[in-house]
């Protein structure tokens, strides 16, 4: 069974930094790209980030670009989003996510809560 | 980046009712658009792939069609459970963009 964990969410002033992850088991981690969605409270869904399977591509939403990296760990099954210069605005539940047998995001974690204010 | 819209933002409609959501891309993305469910709290789950493929598992009063730029989810008799939100989703090109979405609820 697909299972997607992330944990790591809290609360971080203006300006910190966080880092989420994403345990993965279920499937073989190293053979799948890996992908960040967030929601602000109330509203809709964003991408943040996809990266690679081997690790070597990465992508990201022009509103985190050159604050956020995402990275991953293939011998432990976990995928990261290293956040930093972090803004009111970045305020959301933060999803992994991963395309597996169709052909887009098929299996999700439960989310992360990543609250930024003073 | 290519833009997704999404008509109606809401709607209220009964069980049994037809429902049809509509979701229009800014440029032609073949047929690389999904369906998302998402019920509050919850994360979203796959309800159609590659625009007219049903996802397993999911019932099959839920259908998807279209290409290029305009797509449609219709739910063909509405369902107590199918009170949600609803969004689509192209993974054409990066950066991959969601519609703004369509609340359903009870009316």
């Known amino acids: 069974e697909v299972q997607l964990l992330e944990s790591g969410g809290g609360l971080v002033q203006p300006g910190g930094s966080l880092r989420v992850s994403c345990a993965a088991s279920g499937f073989t981690f190293s053979n799948y790209a890996m992908n960040w969605v967030r929601q602000a409270p109330g509203r809709g869904l964003d991408w943040v980030s996809t990266?690679?399977?081997?690790?070597?591509?990465?992508y990201y939403a022009d509103s985190v670009k050159g604050r956020f990296t995402i990275s991953r760990d293939n011998s432990k099954n976990t995928l990261y989003l290293q956040m930093s210069s972090l803004r009111a605005e970045d305020t959301a539940v933060y999803y992994c996510a991963i395309r597996i047998a169709a052909a887009t995001f098929d299996y999700w974690g439960q989310g992360t809560l990543v609250t930024v204010s003073s | 980046a290519i833009q997704m819209t999404q008509s109606p933002s809401s709607l209220s409609a009964s069980v049994g009712d037809r429902v049809t959501i509509t979701c229009r891309a800014s440029?032609?993305?073949?047929?690389?658009l999904g369906w998302y469910q998402q019920r509050p709290t919850k994360a979203p789950e796959l309800l159609i792939y590659a625009a007219s493929s049903l996802q397993s598992g999911v019932p099959s009063r839920f259908s998807g069609s279209g290409s290029g730029t305009d797509f449609t989810l219709t739910i063909s008799s509405l369902q107590p459970e199918d009170f949600a939100t609803y969004y689509c989703?192209?993974?054409?090109?990066?950066?991959?963009?969601f519609g703004p979405g369509t609340k359903v609820d009870i009316k």
């Open positions: 989703l192209q993974n054409y090109n990066y950066p991959f963009t």
């Open positions: 990266i690679s399977a081997s690790g070597g591509n990465t």
């Open positions: 440029q032609g993305i073949g047929n690389d």
